[in-house]
């Protein structure tokens, strides 16, 4: 996708959308001074050069039952030369993982997935990241505190 110039309309635009995704015109005309043609141009080519990929709600973990978040540091076999595309639509398919990216260093991916329970979590390792082809070794750490705390996860059916 081709470089998009955003300026500080667009930023502030962007800004009110995230602190409210159903702000009302008006709303966005203060926040970013400008005109309501202006603010409707603006979230036209916003969305048009996918800059806003959608509007979303952004949700209190704890407030839906996923209280326990956990960061995972992943290490890919060497058997073969794994690339990033071999595991990045298997994490898509989890629906505990929030966040997953490919690492240069000492391990070669991380995850943050949102649980439960323990429970939750060791079901997860055991039936979803060991069986996952490709990752030769899992480091867990529980996450105590955070903030921001906010996700887009809602919690799934239990199994």
């Not at 500080?8 to 702000?23: K, P, S, T």
């Not at 989890?94 to 939750?120: N, Y």
């Not at 990241?129 to 919690?155: H, K």
Request: proline share 4%.
């Amino acid at each position: 996708m081709p470089k998009v110039a955003v300026d500080d309309i667009d930023l502030a635009l962007l800004g009110a959308l995230q602190a409210d995704a159903r702000a009302p015109i008006a709303d966005l005309c203060k926040a970013a001074r400008v005109s309501r043609g202006t603010v409707y141009a603006r979230l036209a080519q916003l969305r048009d050069t996918g800059v806003i990929q959608s509007l979303t709600v952004s949700v209190d973990p704890y407030g839906v039952g996923l209280s326990l978040a956990a960061v995972m540091l992943l290490r890919a076999s060497t058997e073969k030369f794994w690339q990033w595309s071999d595991f990045a639509a298997k994490f898509d398919e989890m629906p505990e993982v929030e966040f997953a990216a490919d690492l240069a260093g000492e391990f070669d991916m991380i995850v943050v997935a949102r649980f439960r329970d323990a429970d939750h979590l060791r079901a997860f390792v055991e039936n979803d990241l060991r069986r996952v082809s490709g990752i030769a070794g899992i480091r867990t750490f529980l996450v105590l505190n955070e903030t921001p705390r906010r996700s887009w996860l809602l919690p799934h059916p239990k199994r």
